[in-house]
């Protein structure tokens, strides 16, 4: 069993930030970064190795298609049951916290900015243990 890691973000400046965080913190070598939701679920949906965790930091806020309609879109994939979405927004809403967590792939809910502490924490979520233990 290996991961993947995957930025899905519209802003070119937080995927650069992001991407430079997750490396940093030997998170992952290389991620896959998208500027487009759409984007991301193509890719997702032609590359489905079950031997793969796709581990998603995913914007909520996105134009064409936000994260929200990114995560109903997936939950018709098979990919679906391989992931573990970690939603970085800028919202401090309550409710889209709670919302996020109505989704079965979600495992964390980080407000930006994204921090080598906060990846840190991604790597006790329970299914991704397996991986930095």
């Known amino acids: 069993m290996k991961y993947e890691v995957i930025i899905v973000d519209d802003d070119e400046v937080v995927v650069f930030i992001q991407e430079k965080m997750v490396t940093a913190s030997g998170f992952c070598d290389k991620p896959l970064c998208f500027l487009k939701a759409k984007d991301a679920l193509e890719y997702l949906s032609a590359n489905n190795d079950e031997g793969t965790v796709y581990v998603v930091l995913l914007d909520i806020n996105m134009p064409e298609m936000s994260g929200w309609e990114f995560l109903d879109a997936i939950a018709h994939y098979p990919v679906a049951k391989q992931m573990a979405v970690a939603v970085v927004t800028s919202s ?42």
């Open 92 to 133: 401090v809403n309550e409710s889209d916290r709670r919302k996020s967590f109505n989704y079965p792939g979600v495992i964390a809910y980080i407000e930006k900015p994204l921090s080598i502490d906060k990846i840190h924490m991604l790597k006790s979520a329970k299914k991704l243990i397996p991986f930095f233990t």
